[in-house]
């Protein structure tokens, strides 16, 4: 029979991939609880008008890459292509924006169907952050700061960071009418894409990936020359903020990121080492979608950062994860030995806290049972036969130094792994 393999872009995490995702998961959960933020946890399926409505209905996520289905009631459902969208529902449903000044953030799979390369999948995974309620600049600058202090937690050389602002919606439509007589008076030049989305949402144009379109749309007008007073005002703030606190930047004008649903400020953390699918992080303002999905008018910005990309580059950069290896590999010698093994087991994670304890689980001959426990990556081998049941002690075996084995009294072996916690582990000998 052929066997079943999973669905094409979206991939195991395997054990030995998993130490890296936890090392960066847990490094990012301490960093938002340091700055105040609070985890939430949306469902992964909502239904689709939710992203129609905040994603915009003529973008690529929803024109040709959702997860979309009837359920069996006939609804018409989605994978989440994105976070904010939920979060944002979320927070209306429960209440949440009664009290301005929200932090939150949620980190789990995306769903888009798109072509699967390096860096690009149909499920991945992000780190979606959100402050709900701040108009201020201040709210931006804290989100670009505390993704610049991730990439230094996690080791990695900072991304290049790339500002705009999209201004309001006004000042977008003012815009768009522009770049629509822009564009229109330059139709031959365009390729097919830009074409029909110069009739659907032309500010997507700025957005195309065409080196042919380049030029033209170097030099189409630029909204940051567009902005009004009170837009200008809020960007200088922000580039005054970032200034005090020594963050580099770039004001690129034709950034318009992939999503309707952004005015005012936008950002994207981009590096050239991941080749093609370059941006990690990408963020913005979006003051205006709590009221479209139903919510009385409030603030909002977030950002998003991808968690493979950011895999990826923890991979180049060398860092290796730190991933805790087992105290020990407990196997029981014999039949009165396995029938115990777990009870002594129990006894020891009863008396030692944070115990890392393997029992080993077949019956085998002792050279098979230490083949294992070498194999498990155990620091020590733990072997309990009827003399040690006796004796209420434990056979110990340092499976990382050539030293003779010892008995040691279940109470004694408390001692043991403390001193094994407070010294480095010693490499694992060539076997
Ligand atoms: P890109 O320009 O690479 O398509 P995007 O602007 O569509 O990215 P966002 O919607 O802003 O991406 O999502 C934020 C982050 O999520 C991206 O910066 C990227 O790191 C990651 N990401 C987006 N789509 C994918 C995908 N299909 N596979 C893996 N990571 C992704
Ligand atoms: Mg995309």
């Given at each position: 029979m052929n066997s079943i393999k999973a669905i094409r872009g979206m991939n195991d995490i395997l054990p030995s991939a998993v130490g890296a995702w936890q090392s960066i998961e847990r490094q990012m959960r301490t960093l938002l609880a340091s700055f105040g933020y609070e985890e939430i946890r949306p469902p992964i399926v909502e239904r689709t008008e939710l992203f129609r409505r905040s994603i915009g209905e003529i973008t690529d996520i929803v024109e040709k890459e959702m997860y979309t289905f009837d359920d069996r009631n006939g609804d018409s459902l989605s994978l989440r292509p994105e976070c904010t969208a939920s979060i944002a529902r979320a927070a209306i449903q429960s209440g949440l924006l009664r009290t301005p000044g929200q932090r939150v953030?949620?980190?789990?799979?995306?769903?888009?169907?798109?072509?699967?390369?390096?860096?690009?999948?149909?499920?991945?995974?992000?780190?979606?952050?959100?402050?709900?309620?701040?108009?201020?600049?201040?709210?931006?600058?804290?989100?670009?700061?505390?993704?610049?202090?991730?990439?230094?937690?996690?080791?990695?050389?900072?991304?290049?960071?790339?500002?705009?602002?999209?201004?309001?919606?006004?000042?977008?439509?003012?815009?768009?009418?522009?770049?629509?007589?822009?564009?229109?008076?330059?139709?031959?030049e365009l390729d097919d894409d830009c074409r029909r989305?110069?009739?659907?949402?032309?500010?997507?144009?700025?957005?195309?990936?065409n080196p042919a379109m380049q030029p033209l749309i170097e030099a189409a007008p630029r909204i940051v020359d567009r902005l009004d007073p009170a837009a200008l005002g809020h960007f200088e703030r922000l580039e005054a903020m970032l200034g005090e606190a020594g963050v580099e930047y770039r004001i690129n004008p034709r950034l318009v990121r992939g999503l309707d649903y952004y005015t005012g400020t936008v950002f994207e953390w981009t590096t050239d080492a991941l080749g093609a699918q370059s941006a990690v992080c990408g963020g913005g303002r979006y003051d205006d979608l709590i009221a479209d999905i139903g919510g009385s008018a409030s603030p909002a910005i977030g950002f998003a950062i991808g968690l493979e990309r950011l895999v990826a580059l923890l991979e180049l950069s060398g860092v290796e994860p730190s991933i805790p290896v087992p105290h020990a590999y407990l196997a029981g010698i014999g039949e009165a030995g396995e029938r115990s093994a777990h009870a002594v087991a129990e006894r020891l994670r009863?008396?030692?806290?944070?115990?890392?304890?393997?029992?080993?689980?077949?019956?085998?001959?002792?050279?098979?049972?230490?083949?294992?426990a070498n194999r498990s990556g155990a620091r020590f081998a733990f072997l309990l036969g009827e003399e040690e049941i006796r004796d209420g002690a434990l056979t110990v075996r340092d499976l990382r130094k050539d030293t003779p084995q010892s008995s040691i009294s279940l109470e004694g072996i408390s001692a043991l792994i403390a001193a094994a916690d407070a010294a480095p582990t010693p490499a694992l000998p060539d076997h």
């Open positions: 953030w949620a980190m789990g799979p995306m769903f888009r169907h798109e072509r699967p390369q390096k860096g690009r999948y149909r499920q991945f995974h992000q780190l979606d952050v959100e402050i709900l309620g701040i108009a201020d600049a201040s709210a931006e600058a804290e989100l670009i700061v505390m993704s610049r202090r991730l990439w230094r937690m996690l080791g990695i050389d900072d991304p290049v960071l790339e500002v705009n602002s999209l201004g309001d919606r006004t000042i977008q439509k003012r815009y768009r009418k522009e770049l629509v007589e822009y564009f229109s008076s330059r139709s031959a989305r110069l009739q659907t949402n032309p500010l997507r144009i700025l957005d195309s990936k009863d008396a030692i806290s944070d115990l890392r304890l393997i029992v080993d689980a077949e019956s085998a001959s002792l050279k098979a049972k230490l083949k294992r």
